[in-house]
């Protein structure tokens, strides 16, 4: 049954509604608290969860989500609070009792065995058999069963997992816990590594077990498909809970709001005069790529920032990654400040004063395993180094200190790995290894992929500033909304071509949309 009565959860938004279902919760969080050395996780939170609902969990990074599913799935134990499923009192200290319970965990992180076969990894540690010999057969008809009732049919029992792309990967994780035959099923960000179509396949999954009466808890950044597919959401921040909210009739604007707690207004910070000049620090002219670019010239001007925006395939993070000498190919004229350079590796590319923020971070753009400090540094040593090879440790710290600080990137210290960040912070990390090298042109391809709405927020601010300082940021992203929002100027990729240049201001979204979908009026 849909709500019928408006319940004002805050005077300054839109009215709310609430559902009014009598039938019982399958999940009732009550009053959790979780602390930690120095922190309170979780102060008092709330959760309740109807059958056949799919419940969004919404958050800034740091406000609980993560630490109120890993109570929920046995990997923490509550300070303070109960839990009851199907009304009844449960503890839950393993996530081997969880499972019993009916409630599985997809991860972001996929737990998955590269070598062995779709059928082993999702029955490995439960094999059927007789004690010494595993029942092959019996794994392949129910890994097909499985797939049935996710309507997957493109995807073979027998295939090696370290083969299949990810969007399959992560159905071959969905199916694992499926096959644990839970109640609640919590998913972690899936969303997050997959395209459009494979996402509107996901949602395609999730409705079909809505309908079976599986309750499911889906934490996402992503407001949009939030709106779209959720019934429900929990909103926390900083470790409480703000509301929880029906999802008929609320707008985006409204969701930001209830889970940063600031106007939207706030969220995007442009200078009041265009900040472009005359003053060209990078031409490109006729420049192609393979058969990624074709034939696209542009400038970008002193603290000016450019946003690049195409629908996927158009070309747009190929031409970005040839101004930092990462793709082949390449073809046609780049100056820098007048002068026609050769950019042939980030290496010379660095030495011209430019950076790359890519959308693969951990891939590309960090060394994981080392220290956030390293990684700041890591770009800089050269100007840390003494008379000898060796580096002056002390400046080093003040340095990456001050660039954390400036950037108010969240750490425990700066000798945590990078790796134990969030999203967010990954970036920041990113952005402050290239301000600490001093370089005036950065180009930031999907620079709030995977981060929350808190995050971005501080992302844009600080690219705001670095323009107000007279930096030139180039931002590739398919987000029309970020790209109106940050952009002095925008560019539009179709088909390979730049096609279309809009000033600030004279474009709307559904112009822009009509736009990266080839309409040249």
């Not at 994780?173 to 459009?196: Q, Y």
């Not at 747009?316 to 082949?328: K, M, S, T, V």
């Not at 500033?465 to 398919?478: D, T, W």
Request: hydrophobic content about 40%; proline content about 4%; overall charge neutral.
């Amino acid at each position: 049954m849909r709500p019928s009565e408006p319940v004002f959860m805050n005077p300054d938004l839109t009215a709310m509604r609430i559902h009014d279902d009598y039938a019982p919760p399958i999940l009732e969080m009550r009053g959790i608290v979780k602390r930690f050395p120095g922190l309170v996780a979780l102060d008092g939170v709330d959760l309740s969860v109807r059958r056949g609902e799919i419940h969004a969990l919404i958050g800034q990074n740091g406000a609980g989500k993560s630490t109120l599913m890993k109570i929920l799935s046995g990997v923490y134990t509550p300070d303070e609070g109960d839990i009851r499923v199907e009304g009844l009192p449960v503890s839950i200290h393993y996530p081997r009792e969880a499972l019993r319970l009916g409630i599985g965990t997809v991860y972001q992180d996929l737990s998955l065995v590269p070598q062995l076969s779709v059928a082993d990894n999702i029955y490995l540690g439960r094999e059927p058999g007789n004690g010494f010999v595993i029942d092959q057969t019996a794994i392949r008809r129910s890994t097909q069963a499985l797939f049935r009732r996710l309507e997957v049919r493109d995807i073979d029992g027998d295939e090696r997992v370290g083969r299949l792309p990810l969007a399959q990967q992560q159905l071959v994780e969905i199916a694992k816990v499926l096959s644990h035959e839970p109640r609640i099923l919590i998913l972690d960000e899936p969303t997050a590594p997959l395209a459009d179509e494979e996402t509107a396949h996901l949602f395609r999954i999730l409705r079909g077990l809505r309908e079976q009466g599986i309750a499911i808890i889906f934490i996402s950044h992503r407001f949009k498909e939030i709106l779209q597919q959720c019934d429900r959401a929990t909103i926390l921040r900083n470790g409480r809970l703000v509301t929880t909210i029906d999802m008929q009739g609320v707008s985006e604007d409204e969701l930001v709001e209830l889970t940063i707690g600031e106007r939207l207004e706030t969220f995007f910070h442009h200078a009041e005069q265009m900040r472009a000049n005359a003053d060209v620090v990078l031409e490109v002219s006729h420049l192609s790529v393979r058969r990624a670019v074709r034939d696209v010239s542009f400038t970008v001007g002193r603290g000016e920032i450019v946003g690049i925006t195409g629908l996927l395939g158009a070309g747009q993070n190929e031409l970005a990654r040839a101004l930092f000498g990462i793709q082949d190919g390449v073809r046609g004229t780049i100056k820098r400040r007048g002068l026609v350079v050769r950019i042939r590796s980030p290496r010379q590319a660095v030495r011209l004063g430019i950076g790359l923020l890519t959308e693969h971070r951990k891939l590309e753009g960090l060394v994981p395993d080392m220290s956030v400090k390293e990684n700041i540094s890591l770009p800089s040593l050269a100007a840390f180094r003494r008379l000898t090879m060796f580096i002056h440790n002390g400046r080093e710290r003040w340095a990456v200190r001050e660039s954390m600080q400036q950037l108010n990137v969240k750490a425990a210290s700066s000798k945590v790995k990078v790796s134990t960040l969030s999203g967010g912070n990954q970036q920041k990390v990113i952005l402050g290894k290239w301000l600490l090298r001093d370089l005036d042109v950065l180009i930031f391809i999907s620079p709030t992929q995977g981060i929350d709405v808190g995050a971005k927020a501080e992302i844009y601010a600080h690219l705001s500033e670095l323009a107000n300082q007279g930096k030139s940021i180039i931002v590739v992203s398919e987000d029309l909304l970020e790209i109106l929002g940050i952009s002095d100027r925008i560019f539009v990729m179709y088909n390979r071509r730049l096609t279309r240049i809009f000033q600030r201001g004279e474009v709307d979204e559904e112009t822009l949309l009509s736009a990266v979908q080839g309409a040249t009026l």
